[in-house]
């Protein structure tokens, strides 16, 4: 069974750093699309970022810069580190898995991110 | 940066009836757009990707059309389980991007 589980989210202060894990399982993380989105509290989603299965890695303006997106393959866990963060960084991120266009068929529960001093 | 403007953001409906939710693209996006629905404190779910594809799994009231700029999300005989959030996604170049949201509320 396919599945992703995200760690890594808690409370840091602006400026400070954080570490987002997605682990998968039921598949390879080092031949899939994987991406990470965001949607703050009462809001929309928000695209973040995302790695191809070739390990082309791509990020919303409001990322570039400040945070990257990895894979551990022996691991398969996708990594997004924050540096940098800012008070409207605070949001549910979630990763998932991209089988094709428009094509987001598992999604992890999210992890909570809140930045605040 | 793509634009999709989704409307309506809220609409109220009863168990039984056909709803009808818009996206339109800032510019030709092709078919890749997908549908996903959400509920409080919950993932999205994937329903409708392609356009036009039914997700496995997703019962087959639900239904997508369109392509170019132009896309609609139809729930016929709406069922309980169906109020929720539902979003766009388009992938057809970055950023993705969302239209932003609309809420399937109880009439």
């Known amino acids: 069974e396919v599945q992703l589980v995200e760690s890594g989210g808690g409370l840091v202060q602006p400026g400070g750093s954080l570490r987002l894990s997605c682990v998968g399982s039921?598949?390879?993380?080092?031949?899939?699309?994987l991406t990470w989105f965001r949607q703050a509290p009462g809001k929309g989603l928000e695209w973040v970022s995302a790695?191809?299965?070739?390990?082309?890695?791509d990020y919303a303006d409001s990322a570039k810069g400040r945070f990257s997106i990895s894979r551990d393959n022996s691991n398969n866990t996708m990594f997004l580190q924050m540096n940098s963060l800012r008070v409207e960084d605070t949001a549910v991120y979630f990763c998932?898995?991209?089988?094709?266009?428009?094509?987001?068929?598992?999604w992890g529960q999210g992890t909570l991110v809140t930045v605040s001093s | 940066a793509i634009q999709m403007t989704q409307s309506p953001s809220s609409l109220s409906a009863s168990v039984g009836d056909r709803v009808t939710i818009t996206c339109r693209a800032s510019?030709?996006?092709?078919?890749?757009l997908g549908w996903y629905q959400q509920k409080p404190g919950k993932a999205p779910i994937l329903v409708i990707y392609?356009?036009?594809s039914l997700q496995n799994g997703v019962p087959s009231r639900i239904s997508g059309s369109g392509s170019g700029t132009d896309f609609t999300l139809t729930i016929d005989n709406l069922q309980p389980e169906d109020f929720a959030t539902y979003f766009c996604?388009?992938?057809?170049?970055?950023?993705?991007?969302f239209g932003q949201g609309t809420k399937v509320e109880v009439k």
């Open positions: 510019q030709d996006i092709r078919k890749d």
């Open positions: 790695i191809s299965s070739r390990g082309r890695t």
């Open positions: 996604l388009q992938d057809y170049s970055y950023p993705w991007t």
């Open positions: 039921g598949f390879a993380v080092s031949t899939t699309y």
């Open positions: 998932a898995r991209r089988r094709g266009p428009a094509y987001f068929d598992y």
């Open positions: 392609a356009a036009s």
